[in-house]
């Protein structure tokens, strides 16, 4: 075994990123120290500091939002390998992977089950047909099996479900989680459970032992009872892995899933007018703020890009936009695989609002702007001359396709 250490960029990222919400525990911050007096001080600021009563203490001190952090100019961070060489036995999890990659709810879910698997088990990943993630190794999995093929492309119940009972007689798992969410994971979960005709617990938010929680009447209710073999979890159900590095070992099966007869036809997506989704559910916001000069142009750019149109506050405020497209901690909380600000600043009520969307792209002309700061993208200039330049290169890009279909 080679003892080079490695390094990992995405940890790396979010060690030089002060807008990052693991941010501030990245940071090699002295959790003690010698006083004037001789008397050995703690770090109660500290992310995960103990009081002496064992209560976890909250960092209230803004680090995490930047306020007191510091970045370095070289940040060389390796977070410690998590490796089960033999597992005892493996946690199944089965994420929804929308786009190709792991959501805010497939994390949780990854969370618990790295601590339902605890020091002896393994986490074993399911994924099914192409992905675009690779953050498996820092999300939980140590085993990652990727099963590809047309037949499991689009809507296919049926035929993932051969493929999970081909996978539960191979490794046997302990338990199977997959998230009680709209976007496949609870179908698929609850049609799994019948198929092995098991009572799965569903909504789950919390295990301890051989008991879980989960809610019941229409969300108002805690329901307690015996852990089930199958678990629809639900969001928030654990912490994310975060202080540890995973294998993510990629395995296959020894046998080809069995094709199934289906009875279902896949015919496609649905267009929907991008108007008409909740914020909470877009997947691509297209955000204007202050700095927006020419708000036909604004709109014009979002329906070339087929985007979800969202506001800063200041934008509502002074009427631009309604009040159910405001994005912030004062209006709506959103989840955007991409989340495009225009115009806009920053403010932290703003960011708390977009702290979970995967990746933000900033149009701004202040470069020292926080909003810039947390972009994972940025593009200094005047919004209304790059909104040309969007259009017209979005038009040209359907037009090459269009000749090159034709």
């Known amino acids: 075994m080679s003892d080079i250490i490695r390094r990992d960029p995405h940890a790396e990222w979010i060690a030089r990123n002060r807008l990052h919400p693991l941010h501030a525990a990245m940071q090699p911050t002295q959790a003690s120290w010698m006083g004037p007096n001789g008397v050995m ?14 209560i976890k203490r909250i960092d209230r001190s803004g680090a995490q939002q930047g306020g007191m952090a510091k970045r370095s100019v070289s940040v060389d961070v390796q977070l410690p390998l998590h490796r089960v060489t033999e597992p005892s036995f493996y946690i199944a999890v089965v994420p929804d992977m929308v786009g190709g990659r792991l959501n805010s709810h497939d994390r949780d879910m990854l969370g618990l089950a790295h601590k339902m698997a605890g020091g002896e088990g393994a986490v074993l990943a399911v994924v099914f047909g192409e992905h675009k993630e690779i953050a498996f190794d820092i999300a939980g999995v140590d085993r990652l099996l990727v099963m590809q ?19 539960d007689n191979q490794f046997a798992p302990r338990h199977w989680l997959l998230p009680d969410s709209r976007n496949g994971g609870g179908e698929l979960g609850r049609r799994f459970a019948a198929s092995l005709g098991e009572r799965p617990s569903t909504r789950v938010w919390q295990v301890s032992g051989d008991t879980c929680i989960g809610r019941a009447g229409a969300g108002t209710e805690d329901l307690s009872r015996p852990l089930s073999r199958l678990i629809l ?19 296959e099966l020894s046998t080809a899933a069995p094709r199934s007869l289906t009875r279902i036809e896949d015919l496609g997506a649905v267009a929907v007018d991008p108007a008409l989704i909740p914020m909470s ?3 691509f916001i297209f955000s204007g703020g202050n700095g927006v000069k020419d708000w036909s142009l604004f709109h014009r750019t979002a329906v070339a890009l087929g985007a979800t149109e969202g506001a800063s506050r200041v934008a509502v405020d002074d009427g631009f936009m309604t009040r159910d497209r405001q994005v912030g901690a004062s209006g709506t909380w959103v989840t955007a695989r ?4 225009v115009g806009i600043s920053g403010a932290i009520q703003h960011l708390q609002g977009i702290g979970t969307c ?10 020292t702007c926080d909003m810039i700061k947390r972009a994972d993208l940025s593009v200094i200039g005047e919004s209304s001359a790059i909104l040309e330049a969007l259009i017209e290169a979005v038009e040209h890009y359907r037009n090459g396709a269009k000749r090159d279909a034709a």
């Open 338 to 341: 991409v989340y495009v600000a």
């Open 233 to 251: 979890a639900a969001a928030e159900c654990a912490e994310p892995v975060s202080e540890t590095r995973h294998e993510a070992l990629p395995v």
């Open 281 to 283: 559910e877009a997947e």
């Open 149 to 167: 093929g047309n037949e499991f492309a689009g809507y296919s119940p049926e035929q993932r479900i051969q493929g999970l009972r081909t996978v």
């Open 358 to 367: 995967d990746k933000v792209v900033a149009v701004n002309v202040d470069p």
């Open 41 to 54: 001080r703690k770090n109660v600021h500290g992310a995960g500091f103990i009081g002496p009563n064992g």
